[in-house]
């Protein structure tokens, strides 16, 4: 097992870590370079552009997928005949190829013939091009991963919405809250464990989107949906510059860290602890 895990892991990542420090070619002799891919990196204006794409991508992502995962789950966490149904209808797009996924997204934001701007044309708009539009390409691709993976964070809030202790909501009728200040003061403290969870899992899986980007819009129009790891990808298998490629992924891991540390630290302000209840 540690052999395996030595061989698995700490081989690779010790084989990156000492490729970042080097120019490697994909033919021909590499050499050691030392710091000087991370120097590159700070003085790169493209690398700067994919970083803020990459912000941009999971600033918009996150939230809107928990939001729409928590509405769904309140909406869905009954016990209702034929409520099945409507769990597995969200759920299924998590088990679809994701570029199966992309790709029919990519035409439903066709200009000319995509359903989405079908359906606007009816109503007398004429719909934008999406995929070929600065601002609108980066929107597009969020919404399509958000519906893609929405279905997962749904049932992780469903199975935490039904653990609360139904006497919690009894005193909270009784002490004449409504709706919106039950969930509030009972349903949300309660599931917070379950909010960080799917907090830190949405935020280190934008931080790796690359699929959509790909199938979508080749990182365009003008590099405006460009994210860090399809910048990686271009460089390692386009421009086979491997050396600065893993320096690229080094950092990368540690945006990743430091992410999840800082979240990690936050928990202890805000998610419930029963002990401390």
């Given at each position: 097992?540690?052999?395996?895990?030595?061989?698995?892991?700490?081989?690779?990542?010790?084989?990156a870590l000492y490729m970042?420090?080097?120019?490697?070619?994909?033919?021909?002799?590499?050499?050691?370079?030392?710091?000087?891919?991370?120097?590159?990196?700070?003085?790169?204006?493209?690398?700067?552009?994919?970083?803020?794409?990459?912000?941009?991508?999971?600033?918009?992502?996150?939230?809107?997928?928990?939001v729409l995962a928590l509405?769904?789950?309140?909406?869905?966490?009954?016990?209702?005949?034929?409520?099945?149904?409507?769990?597995?209808?969200?759920?299924?797009?998590?088990?679809?190829?994701?570029?199966?996924?992309?790709?029919?997204?990519?035409?439903?934001?066709?200009?000319?013939?995509?359903?989405?701007?079908?359906?606007?044309?009816?109503?007398?708009?004429?719909?934008?091009?999406?995929?070929?539009?600065?601002?609108?390409?980066?929107?597009?691709?969020?919404?399509?991963?958000?519906?893609?993976?929405?279905?997962?964070?749904?049932?992780?809030?469903?199975?935490?919405?039904?653990?609360?202790?139904?006497?919690?909501?009894?005193?909270?009728?009784?002490?004449?809250?409504?709706?919106?200040?039950?969930?509030?003061?009972?349903?949300?403290?309660?599931?917070?464990?379950?909010?960080?969870?799917?907090?830190?899992?949405?935020?280190?899986?934008?931080?790796?989107?690359?699929?959509?980007?790909?199938?979508?819009?080749?990182?365009?129009?003008?590099?405006?949906?460009?994210?860090?790891v399809y910048y990686i990808?271009?460089?390692?298998?386009?421009?086979?510059?491997?050396?600065?490629?893993?320096?690229?992924?080094?950092?990368?891991?540690?945006?990743?860290?430091?992410?999840?540390?800082?979240?990690?630290?936050?928990?202890?302000?805000?998610?419930?602890?029963?002990?401390?209840?």
């Amino acid at each position: 097992m540690v052999l395996g895990f030595i061989l698995l892991l700490l081989f690779p990542l010790g084989l990156a870590l000492y490729m970042s420090l080097t120019d490697w070619p994909l033919l021909g002799e590499y050499r050691f370079i030392g710091l000087d891919n991370y120097r590159h990196i700070l003085s790169d204006a493209m690398f700067w552009k994919v970083f803020g794409n990459t912000v941009y991508f999971t600033a918009g992502l996150v939230p809107f997928n928990i939001v729409l995962a928590l509405l769904l789950a309140l909406l869905l966490s009954k016990s209702m005949r034929g409520i099945g149904l409507f769990r597995t209808a969200i759920f299924v797009p998590v088990m679809t190829s994701l570029i199966v996924w992309a790709i029919v997204w990519k035409y439903m934001f066709a200009t000319d013939s995509g359903l989405i701007n079908q359906v606007l044309l009816l109503l007398d708009i004429k719909g934008p091009a999406w995929l070929y539009n600065k601002d609108l390409a980066m929107p597009a691709v969020i919404v399509t991963s958000v519906l893609k993976n929405v279905g997962l964070n749904m049932i992780l809030f469903i199975a935490a919405i039904q653990q609360v202790p139904r006497s919690l909501y009894e005193a909270a009728t009784l002490d004449g809250a409504g709706k919106a200040k039950t969930f509030f003061n009972v349903t949300l403290p309660m599931i917070t464990p379950t909010v960080f969870l799917t907090v830190v899992m949405t935020v280190i899986g934008s931080l790796k989107v690359f699929g959509q980007i790909y199938v979508m819009t080749q990182g365009g129009p003008n590099n405006s949906t460009k994210v860090l790891v399809y910048y990686i990808w271009e460089k390692a298998f386009k421009m086979f510059q491997l050396g600065y490629a893993s320096s690229l992924a080094f950092v990368l891991f540690v945006v990743v860290l430091v992410l999840t540390l800082l979240q990690w630290q936050l928990r202890k302000r805000w998610v419930f602890n029963e002990g401390d209840a």
